[in-house]
């Protein structure tokens, strides 16, 4: 054989394998439309730091999944989990994100805990134009089109607790939080309340994230003298900072922990005795009398284990599966697309574990506010449960901006 | 002036932390030069140590102590046996690999334990408050005190005061001169080395009745130890305590005086200041390498 002959007959080859590439991208991207499989993303973090809460998420999401598969689908079609871990990673969250929506052709994506990892993700799944479904009570002030909020805003978790708290215990309030922005915005709403209800702040104070010694911050305590401690600090510090209090003898009848992030995961770290007698704030309790909160939880401990526990977080990432499921349904199955998911949801009604919650049209979720007065066994017993499902307002601490259907209005 | 009071004795109890803490980094670092960035993931294994005692045999803290100390002791001999005695000639070396231990040690505990915070419960009997006039005193932190005081003063007699610690200064001092008498260095450091992550199991077990047991719990922690043993100096014990006692106190009156987070940053300020006019801590050892 010449050498010319040789490299001519390479040379088709080659051609006819380029030919067949694009040939077989476009069947694959067929099938994706015609297939049996709805691929969906789970974004949650499995190692690193923020793994301690996002793993139970990932457990409650995943659940919701399979059970979804297990009962048969959503028009007989099975919904594939794509599991990703951006390793509590900010930077990695926006990566794996990418490659969920672009790669995988995830048509939704649950994921994330922490707020800095859903402004990473922000930008990805805007200009993707997908949906991001986040679990978390935040702080409010943001108005994403591509994002659904299942959690509470500062409205949603202080409007039923301000007045009582200051009707309960007394007007002056002590501000506790880590050095972040939720911590910071609570607190600014937190504030407008107080300017309303005629209570005051005594003192504000923010510790860096992770910090672990309070005695500091509990002698300052001491010193003050306060009605009611308002405590945003999160994860292993409230752990930390419930602890150093218990023990220091201040007592929860005079001086009351009124936390909006402590929830059951929390609680069973400090220690039933150490945690009892203190208030959370949440539209959720693992306690909650619903059938399809004993479902559910009964579903999470036959699963994964009969110490486990649900919270306020995990309920959220487990009834935002069938929220997503329940828009499906709406949606024509030849037609199946981020945008008309979302607008399929809007205005949807779900019972949820925590009571029946609503989508608004500005993508975040009405929800059932509770205050729970937590117990030695670990539980919390609900004392006030909101009369009316509350609608989310996520600007509500800045006077003429609103969220709405068509992204934020300000006057 | 009840608040000074009051926040005199939380600087005093931070700093005993900080010295069950570093006096173990400070004992590797300052004998064999060794920067054992897995110190904190040593403190995270004593803490799990406990927990474990604690919940699956029903032993608390205050019995544990002896337990946990052996038990991180013979981690860190393995750690040392197998990995740094190989690098003590690459000095940088041993800071990537004790690096990579640490993360390794952190990942073990989250897959085999779990990543959620654990509950250890705190001893009964020192359990409540002492009160002096204004001054409350938690009975728990006031033991912790006196007990790193303790650790101090042991660890100061072993330096100084027996066989092993003579051999251990000379091979600090020169390590072939030593082996010429017939000091087998090797084993020495590997004592040391074990003896260093065995105090650091103790303050793991210690803090956990305050502190949340999780398995990122070290790596704060060592950045803490890490410069308290810088500003006391290298290989220096009565250093490593006086740096505790004052970046305790200093960062206890700067959270009064302003607030925890621009007391920290103004307690590193310092520090950052401090390394600016004695580069060699407040009590350098005068060492031959």
Known sequence: MKRRDFLGGMGAVGTAGMLSTPALLASSGRALAQGADIPVGLLFSLTGAVAVV??????????????????????????????????????????????????????????????????????????????????????????????????AVPNQQQDDLIPWAIENFGPRFFMIGNNYVYPKEENNYCKTLLAKYGGEVVNEEYVPLGHSDFSSVINRIRAEKPDVIFATVVGDSDVAFARQYHAAELDPSQMPVVSLTRSEVEVK???????????????????????????????????????????????????????????????????????????????????????????????????????????????????????????????????????TGEGLVKA | MDVIANQLFAGLSMASILLMIALGLAIIYGAMGVINLAHGEFVMLGAYVTWALQTHVGIGILPALPIVFIAVALVGLIVEKAVVQKLYHRPLDTILATWGIGIILQQLVRLGIGAESRFVKGPEILSGNTEIGPLIMSNYRIFVIFFSIAVLFVTWRLMTRTEFGMKLRAVIQNRDISECYGIESKRIFSITFAYGAGLAGIAGALITPLFSTIPTMGTGLVVDAFLVVIVGGLGSLVGSAVAAALIGEATALFSIVINDTLGRIAVLAGIILLIRFRPRGLFPTETRR
Not at chain 1, 57 to 66: F, G, P, R, S, V
Request: net charge negative; charged share 20%; aromatic share 10%.
């Open chain 1, 269 to 403: 770290a400090i220690g039933g005795e150490a945690a009892a007698g203190h208030f959370s704030s949440a539209p959720y309790f693992m306690g909650h009398g619903t059938p399809e909160n004993e479902k559910f939880v009964e579903a999470y401990k036959s699963r994964y284990g009969g110490d486990k526990v649900t919270h306020f977080v995990s309920e959220a990432a487990y009834f935002q599966v069938y929220q997503f499921k329940a828009a499906l349904e709406k949606v024509d199955p030849a037609n199946i697309t981020p945008q008309t998911i979302r607008d399929a949801a809007v205005g949807l009604t779900l019972n949820a574990p925590q009571g029946e919650v609503l989508i608004d049209e500005n993508l975040h979720t009405h929800l059932w506010p509770k205050i729970g007065q937590w117990k030695t066994d670990g539980q919390a017993e609900v004392l006030v449960e909101s009369k009316e499902r509350i609608a989310p307002r996520p600007y509500a601490a800045y006077e003429g901006q609103t969220c």
């Open chain 1, 54 to 151: 996002e793993s139970t998420l990932h457990d409650a999401a995943l659940m919701a999944i399979e059970e979804i598969n297990a009962s048969g689908g959503i028009h007989g079609r099975q919904l594939r989990p794509i599991i990703e871990d951006p390793a509590s990673d900010p930077a990695t969250y926006a990566n794996r994100a990418r490659r969920l929506m672009i790669r995988d052709k995830c048509v939704s994506v649950f994921g994330s805990y922490t707020s800095a990892s859903r402004q990473a993700v922000l930008p990805v799944t805007e200009q993707r134009n997908n949906l991001y479904w986040y679990p978390t009570l935040y702080e409010g002030r943001e108005c994403s089109r591509n994002v659904m909020y299942g959690g």
